[in-house]
């Protein structure tokens, strides 16, 4: 298990921004998916944006293309989703989730496969 430090979070009203940051200093393996997940009260959980460590590519839902960005440091281990534009739909709890062996296309989304979880931050839109 890989300990997932979140940070960032905070309420803000629409049209703001927030950049959320994920810190995994315990781990040493490079080739890995880190990114974030997400859900709203009543809502299933959904991924996000991922980001593959080794070629820096990345996946984002439909929903927050062009408005969130992930990107990394891997000289910190952490990884930051810059989220702008926000908007009341996108209140949530967010998930750091790191997994091994990188991130694909058929599956960066699919929270079954991330073996390991943050605490989780609130992130608290209002219009």
């Known amino acids: 298990q890989v300990k997932l430090e979140e940070s960032g979070g905070g309420s803000v009203q629409a049209g703001g921004s927030l950049r959320l940051s994920c810190a995994a200093p315990?781990?040493?393996?490079?080739?890995?998916?880190m990114g974030w997940f997400r859900q709203a009260p009543g809502k299933d959980r959904e991924g996000v944006a991922t980001i593959n460590t080794v070629t820096g590519f990345s996946y984002s839902a439909a929903s927050v293309k062009g408005r969130f960005t992930i990107s990394q440091d891997n000289a910190k281990n952490t990884v930051y989703l810059q989220m702008n534009s926000l908007k009341p739909e996108d209140t949530a709890m967010y998930y750091c989730?790191?997994?091994?062996?990188?991130?694909?296309?058929?599956?960066?989304?699919?929270?079954?496969?991330?073996?390991?979880w943050g605490q989780g931050t609130q992130v608290t839109v209002s219009s």
């Open positions: 989730v790191l997994k091994s062996l990188g991130c694909y296309s058929d599956s960066w989304s699919s929270q079954y496969l991330f073996e390991n």
């Open positions: 315990g781990n040493t393996n490079r080739n890995v998916c």
